[in-house]
């Protein structure tokens, strides 16, 4: 999450987005089809029949914490209204960016983002985990966005950073207004075990990332996708969809439910790390943004986060024998490096990283929910249509060793040929006789060094009953 810039040298081997004035129709490499997204079913839109919608909350309301403890629980997400953030700013903010977007092309490369990096303009950070590619562009800022403000606009960058500061700014204050509401709601209170969240010798201990998005008019909305399902990296996050609809998030049950657009309002999403603060009492929130054919989109997210050194883990109030802590604690850091490496692995969906961390406390009880997002429900469906997945060759007909099936020595990092003599004895895996007196300095022995064994001498060698009748 290193913020630094470098300048670009060389084409990038990394998609940047399109040149979305000069397409008139989808390019195939921006088809989503359906059957891509697991948990893309229609959305059903009903809750016991009434349309399901994300809560509205009114920050100064009396019942606000309540109201906000179960929209956290239920839906990991709502839209905030009475947040003191005056209009003037978001319509400033929105002619800032919609004139960065507005820019051509190859000057907006100018900033380009690289991959390892969160600042600067350039496709969704997700698209690295997909094949079909996002029809929406993003920038992302840290604080002053000067330095690439003045790339963009030599002369004239000083009230775009002004403004996006200012956001900034309100956006930082809202957050810790917010995440005290929702840990309040939950009976706790700054000074309960939150370090991360506290100044420290007057530092501040959370780190802030701001990104404006723009889903420009799409020739072909339905089988286009804006920003694919995911659960953000964060404690909260901060959604402005600027009176624009496209915003979804997902509920089980309700299946896909859009964010309505009220001007003026905000959207609150639950992130992975307040998940695991909360000890799993407030969820993230699966989400993606749709785009259309009529008007060009645009929104912000600003993502709270605690510093990535800092050590997350359940909070010690919300732990007890009754309440044992679901997940292990993890830096900002190593959640967001276990989440690439999962993605990257399995293509899998985006809330396998919490699934891999509640595993590693508490192998037995997975959250339905959970299991539910991943499909990994054991379940055994009947197989109704090809499968888009590898299934085993037919062995016993194939006399070559298929391309397919080759495997070079380079894809294995450690897999270096058996030299197979350990202080020139040849080594072999121990053999031992379960019987012997020395049984258990030897398996001590053999799980420390080799971690394996073979075992004789283990119980009477029961025959199958055709061999007892021979
Ligand atoms: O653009 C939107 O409406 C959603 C943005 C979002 O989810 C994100 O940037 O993580
Ligand atoms: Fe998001």
């Known amino acids: 999450m290193n913020p630094t810039m470098e300048t670009q040298t060389q084409a990038p081997n990394y998609p940047l987005p399109l040149d979305f004035d000069n397409v008139s129709t989808l390019p ?67 002619f800032q960016t919609r004139r960065l977007f507005s820019l051509p092309t190859e000057q907006k490369l100018l900033v380009a983002r690289l991959p390892s990096k969160v600042v600067g303009y350039g496709s969704a950070r997700i698209q690295a985990f997909y094949t079909e590619l996002m029809w929406s562009e993003g920038f992302g800022m840290m604080g002053s966005p000067v330095e690439h403000a003045r790339k963009l606009w030599p002369q004239d960058h000083a009230k775009f950073c002004e403004v996006m500061e200012q956001w900034q700014a309100e956006m930082k204050t809202l957050c810790n207004k917010i995440v005290g509401i929702m840990l309040g709601s939950l009976g706790l209170t700054h000074e309960d075990d939150m370090n991360w969240f506290q100044p420290q010798n007057g530092s501040d201990q959370t780190q802030c990332l701001f990104h404006l998005n723009s889903y420009p008019v799409c020739p072909d909305p339905d089988r286009a996708m804006g920003l694919a399902p995911h659960t953000d990296t964060s404690l909260i996050t901060v959604v402005n969809q600027f009176n624009t609809g496209g915003l979804q998030v997902y509920q089980d049950g309700a299946g896909w439910v859009p964010v309505e657009p009220i001007e003026g309002a905000l959207v609150v999403n639950v992130g992975d790390l307040m998940q695991i603060i909360s000890n799993g009492k407030f969820k993230s929130v699966l989400h993606r943004a749709l785009v259309n054919s009529t008007c060009h989109r645009l929104a912000t997210a600003f993502f709270l986060m605690p510093s990535s050194n800092a050590e997350v883990s359940p909070l010690r109030k919300l732990v007890d024998s009754a309440h044992p802590p679901l997940y292990r604690p993890v830096t900002g850091r190593e ?56 299934l085993p060759l037919d062995f016993d007909n194939v006399s070559t060793l298929p391309d397919s099936y080759a495997w070079s020595t380079t894809t294995l990092p450690s897999d270096d040929p058996c030299h197979c003599t350990i202080n020139d004895r040849k080594a072999s895996l121990p053999i031992i006789d379960i019987g012997d007196p020395s049984t258990y300095d030897l398996v001590r022995l053999a799980c420390e060094k080799w971690g394996a064994f073979q075992v004789i001498n283990h119980g009477p060698l029961r025959l199958a009953p055709s061999a007892h009748r021979a």
């Open 28 to 94: 195939n490499s921006y088809v989503w089809s359906t059957t891509t997204l697991p948990s893309d079913d229609p959305c059903h839109c009903t809750i016991n029949d009434r349309k399901a919608s994300l809560p509205i909350i009114d920050i100064g309301d009396p019942s606000t914490y309540d109201l906000v403890r179960l929209a956290c629980e239920k839906w990991g997400a709502f839209q905030v209204i009475n947040h003191g953030v005056p209009l003037s700013l978001f319509h400033e903010t929105e």
């Open 335 to 390: 959640y967001f490096q276990l989440k690439t490496k999962f993605k990257q692995d399995n293509h899998c969906e985006t809330r396998l990283s919490i699934y891999v961390i509640f595993l590693q406390n508490n192998p037995h009880s997975l959250p339905n929910s959970h299991l539910l997002i991943f499909h990994m429900n054991p379940t055994m469906e009947t197989q109704t249509q090809a499968p888009n997945y590898p």
